[in-house]
């Protein structure tokens, strides 16, 4: 074979690569470990520190407030920082949640990896971003996170560890929801809190706290909330039977704008959309207090088929069907 067909041959195995393979599998130097099957807080906090070194001029990174363990609440601004629309993205609130953690940094990493030079409709990210900033809470409840992934024994505070051993739980401790506190962040908003009080006192789910807004990373994400000037939308993910909740009631024209949120989700992930209008949960939840305080659009993206938390070997898939969430919600309130 002459040198001018070994050339011919190597170019169309570089087409099909790039055709069939996503460019981040073959990144050297990748720094979320997509084949880590337990993503850990630490994990996490130090893949958002290797963002900042390497991203300085894309990204920022502030802690909302600590846990009751002492963790941080961390929140990674990407794009311009002046952008006059943010929208707000997180995951792991509850904290058997935790593969959709790991899934939201992969995405993040995509994106600042693809900045300059990626394209979307004709526009490069740098582009995109540059109208509307993202906020990702990667990681909301990390103390529940981690009561999920090793069990209370990771649990640094004495007292609190004792407390979180005499709790209620449902099941084993890898499907623990709530916090530290034994509080389930979802139902601790100032949004009709306290309407179901399923469980009375702290346990592994389902226990809203004595009052509202009791908890710090409840406190951590309404800081967010509240500070940025015009947040188009917000997009929550959950484990829970690849399904889109989403809603606005008794408001047709926020109706119109959520709905058309909705339809992006479920064309690009393929779920089928829930219309919570008439129930919005259990009270207390995030979503509620997004779509009656803020009057903003929103999204609860439940990925997943089986029991949270979910199996490793689904990360693949759920990745796939999630990645291009933020480009095209973005593109959406340019």
Known sequence: ?????????????????????????????????????????????????????????????????????????????????????????????????WLNCQMLMKMLERYLSCYKTGTYKKKTYEELFNEVAVYAIPMVNPD??????????????????????????????????ANARGVDVNRNFPAKWGRQKEARKPSSERYPGKKEKSERETR???????????????????SRGEQIYWGAKGNSGLRKKAWKLAKLARKNTGYRCI?????????????????????TPYVCIETGKEVAPLKHKSFSSIYKKNKLMLEKTVELYL
Request: positive net charge; proline residues 3%; hydrophobic residues 35%.
């Open 275 to 295: 219309d919570e209008s008439k129930s919005y949960g259990a009270g207390g939840d995030l979503e509620r207090y997004i779509i009656q305080t803020m009057k």
């Open 144 to 177: 529940g996170v981690i009561i999920s992934q090793y069990g209370p024994e990771k649990i640094r505070n004495k007292k609190l560890r004792k407390k979180i051993k005499r709790m209620e739980r449902q099941g084993g401790y890898s499907r623990w929801k």
């Open 220 to 238: 951590a994400v309404l800081k967010l909330l509240k500070g940025l000037p015009n947040v188009k939308a917000c997009i929550n993910w959950h």
């Open 1 to 97: 074979m002459n040198y001018q067909k070994v050339k011919a041959l190597l170019a169309i195995v570089c087409v099909f690569t790039l055709l069939f393979y996503p460019v981040e599998t073959f990144a050297s130097t990748a720094i979320v470990n997509a084949k880590d099957k337990k993503y850990s807080y630490k994990d996490m906090q130090a893949d958002l520190n290797a963002f900042v070194k390497e991203y300085p001029e894309i990204v920022s990174l502030e802690s909302l407030g600590k846990t009751a363990d002492k963790r941080q609440i961390y929140c990674l601004r990407m794009g311009n920082p002046k952008a006059k629309k943010q929208i707000v993205v997180q995951a792991g609130i509850h904290g058997r949640e």
